[in-house]
Nanobody, 124 residues
Framework: VQLQACGGGLVQAGGSLRLSCVAS????????VAWFRQAPGAEREFVGA???????TIPDSVKGRLTISRDNAKNTVYLQMNSLRPEDTAVYYC???????????????????WGQGTEVTVSS
């Protein structure tokens, strides 16, 4: 599976962006696709997943502002980000796995396939 993340850019605080993760290589409708982000000088953190192709999983830290959706016909998973804050500035990565389970959905090591990252900058 090859993943391509796109849609990042510069946005003012309070604005919105929609990131896309496009998969190619094989049908991945039942794969779990997750989004992680890494801010400068910080560790990579989990920001949500479309678990096993059907169940959005969003951590409390971003719940209400970030949502995940999926279009299997386009082999694409979206991360919609609203009410953006400067602290959302980071490189956002998508990752995919066919074997992740609920207990490790937020773990980077559970995902063998990664996109190249797309940069999001939120200005104050």
């Amino acid at each position: 599976v090859q993943l391509q993340a796109c849609g990042g850019g510069l946005v003012q605080a309070g604005g919105s962006l929609r990131l896309s993760c496009v998969a190619s290589g094989r049908t991945f409708s039942t794969y779990t696709v997750a989004w992680f982000r890494q801010a400068p000088g910080a560790e990579r953190e989990f920001v949500g997943a479309n678990f096993r192709g059907a169940y959005p999983t969003i951590p409390d830290s971003v719940k209400g502002r970030l949502t995940i959706s999926r279009d299997n016909a386009k082999n694409t998973v979206y991360l919609q980000m609203n009410s953006l804050r400067p602290e959302d500035t980071a490189v956002y990565y998508c990752a995919a796995s066919s074997t992740v389970i609920s207990s490790n959905v937020a773990s980077q090591t559970a995902y063998p396939y990664w996109g190249q990252g797309t940069e999001v900058t939120v200005s104050s």
